[in-house]
């Protein structure tokens, strides 16, 4: 007996679950969004004001934490844009693991094929498709593992793989390292739960908050934010989101058109990127190039990286010649 077309079941949505069911398999990152959440909050009503020495290690190990995903998982990991010493590279694994960023693999999967597939239903993390909430929280527990060997299958082999047993234990030095530190309970909850919720949500607004623009034919719904970057500044200019998708193949931590903007008529748009950039300019080399942002031609500068940590890493700057340069990516892209 045939059944038409008009009388099947609509297809269920990942996004049509209760909010509080997690698919199989992602049982331990619901529990951990729950457990750093009600920690924090119970650090901010017991040490609602850090102490001048702990706030200082909380910030510094959110900035690592923030190197970690943006330069390594991001731009070296994902896109291939540069290169650097092998044991560089794993010091800023272990840094985005710490952050709470997850394991290399999974989280350059999620985002290669977010990049394939932005804004369309298999885009697992588009609030065109499931919402806001849904984009900046609830995919991270409700989609899918991570199809690693199709999206990421160089980061499933060789030295990689010692992160599938070391998250777990790195994860867990990161709740606690206020205690390993000796410092207390303030050291606990702010080095913690409140630093790892904050950096959570950091990452978080880049996928619901910059991609609340229109979507047109062609163009996907990536947008700038600035007032964003403020708040964010250990995510290294990762709130300039529309430059990242319409230049992908760049590594470049932050790029800035004020010139565009002033002709835009966005005069404190165009103030905020300067100040921005003033602050990206300590201990960092600018390169300046005139690129193409949001359908005009400005003046921009952009930072790379800490000149001091280049010279460190001995990193390599690439032009890639498209979000995905490896042929067997590409080819799963197709």
Not at 51 to 79: E, Q
Not at 157 to 170: F, K, N, Q
Not at 212 to 230: F, Q, Y
Request: aromatic letters at 12%; charged letters at 15%; proline letters at 6%.
């Amino acid at each position: 007996m045939e059944i038409s077309v008009a009388h099947q079941a609509p297809q269920t949505q990942p996004w049509d679950r209760a909010f509080w069911k997690p698919v199989h398999g992602k049982e331990g990152v619901f529990a951990y969004l729950i457990v750093i959440h009600v920690l924090g909050l119970i650090g901010l009503i017991l040490y609602p004001v850090p102490s001048p020495k702990i706030l200082g290690i909380s910030l510094l190990f959110t900035a690592l934490g923030g190197l970690g995903t943006t330069v390594c998982y991001h731009r070296m990991l994902a896109h291939k844009t540069l290169r650097t010493n092998p044991l560089i590279e794993q010091v800023l694994i272990f840094c985005a693991v710490f952050n709470g960023s997850g394991h290399p693999a999974s989280w350059v999967a999620y985002h290669r094929l977010h990049h394939a597939f932005t804004d369309q239903p298999e885009d697992i993390s588009s609030p065109k498709q499931g919402g806001f909430w849904w984009a900046h929280l609830r995919w991270l527990y409700q989609t899918e593992p991570a199809d690693k060997k199709r999206w990421a299958p160089e980061l499933t082999s060789g030295i990689y793989r010692i992160w599938g047993w070391a998250e777990t234990p790195v994860i867990l030095l990161s709740v606690f390292v206020g205690l390993v530190l000796g410092l207390g309970w303030m050291g606990f909850f702010w080095m913690g739960a409140i630093r790892l919720v904050y950096s959570l949500h950091l990452q978080c607004f880049v996928n619901s908050l910059t991609h609340l623009g229109e979507a047109k034919e062609g163009v996907d719904s990536s947008i700038n934010v600035w007032w964003l970057g403020p708040f964010q500044l250990t995510a290294w200019g990762e709130n300039w989101h529309k430059n990242h998708h319409t230049h992908a193949g760049s590594a470049r931590l932050g790029l800035r058109c004020t010139a565009q903007l002033v002709e835009d008529g966005k005069p404190f748009e165009a103030e905020a990127a300067m100040v921005k950039s003033f602050l990206a300019r300590l201990g960092s080399k600018m390169l300046i190039d005139t690129v193409q942002v949001e359908g005009g031609m400005g003046y921009s500068e952009t930072m790379p990286l800490p000149r001091l940590f280049r010279d460190i890493a001995g990193t390599t700057l690439l032009d890639a010649p498209a979000d995905f340069p490896d042929e067997t990516i590409a080819a799963n892209i197709a």
